[in-house]
């Protein structure tokens, strides 16, 4: 990606990656490169047939008649809307009405979004949506499951909370400042816990890996 940037090298990419075992077709192995940027919209028809060849050649199929299920790209708390997740729905087909769980979120399906923005009644798999009608928002990265109903969902949350719960409390005890300076001068503690607070979990998860 970002082959638009001034000193691209692709090569140099290609050759890192053979270090790991990633050889391109070009020079004899089996990984698709597709030299692409987003920015300038290059390349990415391209990628877009690379990928639906290697779909077919292995055969990579979504069965759209079980119970929906899908992971959480991202999510945020929208002033108008409340708790939005955008979802890509990896099996089964989800539908407005539909009760399910997020991570330690419960929700009932009450608006399915389009990438287009369009409105959508039901999303099968490979299908990204946004997802509106969460009791909370949830983390990226979390697996939405449908459940039978709303009680069940929200029972399922409520045990995955209390989880949460008892784990953090076990883990972490509370500490003054004055606490944490008097350890840090004496040598006893090297690190200091920091609360990182964003608007959207993709942007905490950045955070915390720069940080």
Not at 5 to 18: F, H, I, T, W, Y
Not at 48 to 74: F, H, N, P, W, Y
Not at 173 to 184: F, G, I
């Amino acid at each position: 990606n970002k082959m638009d940037k001034p000193g691209a090298n692709p090569d140099r990419v290609k050759q890192s990656l053979a270090e790991h075992g990633l050889q391109p077709e070009a020079w004899g192995g089996q990984t698709i490169f597709v030299e692409v940027s987003a920015k300038q919209n290059k390349g990415l028809d391209q990628l877009l047939d690379m990928l639906l060849l290697q779909a077919e050649i292995m055969e990579l199929k979504g069965d759209s008649t079980c119970s929906a299920r899908g992971v959480v790209l991202e999510a945020k708390l929208d002033k108008g809307r409340g708790p939005v997740a955008t979802v890509l729905i990896q099996a089964g087909t989800l539908r407005i009405g539909d009760s399910f769980v997020v991570g330690s979120v419960s929700g009932r399906v009450r608006g399915l979004t389009s990438d287009k923005g369009e409105r959508l009644k039901e999303a099968g798999p490979s299908i990204p949506i946004e997802v509106i009608g969460l009791l909370g928002v949830p983390e990226a990265g979390d697996q939405l499951v449908v459940v039978k109903d709303e009680r069940a969902a929200r029972e399922i949350a409520q045990a995955r909370q209390q989880k949460q719960k008892d784990v953090g409390l076990a883990s972490t005890s509370r500490r003054t400042l004055e606490e944490l300076y008097a350890e840090s001068k004496d040598g006893e503690i090297k690190e200091l816990p920091l609360l990182i607070k964003a608007d959207v979990q993709g942007s905490v998860g950045a955070l915390g890996d720069a940080l």
